[in-house]
T-cell receptor
């Protein structure tokens, strides 16, 4: 039972355009969400996070949107650059009292020059 | 340089031969965890540790053991490895897992093959 789902295994975007990566979750108790980026042969690196009390968090070219009623999370990258080509994982924490994090299956983003 | 170091990076072993994957962090982080990454399944948490001598099971703990005798080290032990434990393993650490800064720093991964 996948509680955090990334339904698009891959996405291709032209350089300079917007990349939108999506993540759906099933548990309304999730209180904190994170996005990680992973290059081949490296460990994931933290990108951006959002608390469930917010609906938007922005950091440079990266913005995360949270729609709690739809249980949907999205990551926007504007403008997309070839160096953004990587696998992106969303992750969720079930509640503040737990140390467990649940990851999605990842979306491979390819930014075309 | 702040980092999480895993060793070895690559390991091929035979079924039943005990092995340990080491993990060390130099950031004085309290929280550490182990994940495995498998195709189509993403990252799944194996075990985590809130601090020294405080560990708990993640989502897929069967066949694994951990220990946290020092804050910086969190080894993953496979007492009797089996082929279904062939995977890519990541160790991670973070300052905390509560509110505030919870971002995790990951090691570079250990690719384990059990034949």
């Amino acid at each position: 039972d996948q509680q955090v789902k990334q339904n698009s295994p891959s996405l291709s975007v032209q350089e300079g355009r917007i990349s939108i990566l999506n993540c759906d979750y099933t548990n309304s108790m999730f209180d904190y969400f994170l996005w990680y980026k992973k290059y081949p042969a490296e460990g994931p690196t933290f990108l951006i996070s959002i608390s469930s009390i917010k609906d938007k968090n922005e950091d440079g070219r990266f913005t995360v949107f949270l729609n709690k009623s739809a249980k949907h999370l999205s990551l926007h990258i504007v403008p997309s650059q070839p160096g953004d080509s990587a696998v992106y994982f969303c992750a969720a924490r079930p509640d503040s009292g737990t140390y467990k994090y649940i990851f999605g299956t990842g979306t491979r983003l390819k930014v075309l020059a | 340089e702040a980092q999480v170091t895993q060793n070895p990076r690559y390991l091929i072993t035979v079924t039943g031969k005990k092995l340990t994957v080491t993990c060390s962090q130099n950031m004085n982080h309290e929280y550490m965890s182990w994940y495995r990454q498998d195709p189509g399944l993403g990252l799944r948490q194996i075990y985590y540790s809130m601090n020294v001598e405080a560990t708990d099971k993640g989502d897929v703990p069967e066949g694994y053991k951990v220990s946290r005798k020092e804050k910086r080290n969190f080894p993953l032990i496979l007492e009797s490895p089996s082929p279904n434990q062939t995977s890519l393993y990541f160790c991670a650490s973070s300052l905390s897992a509560g509110t505030g800064n919870t971002e995790a720093f990951f090691g570079q991964g250990t690719r384990l093959t059990v034949v």
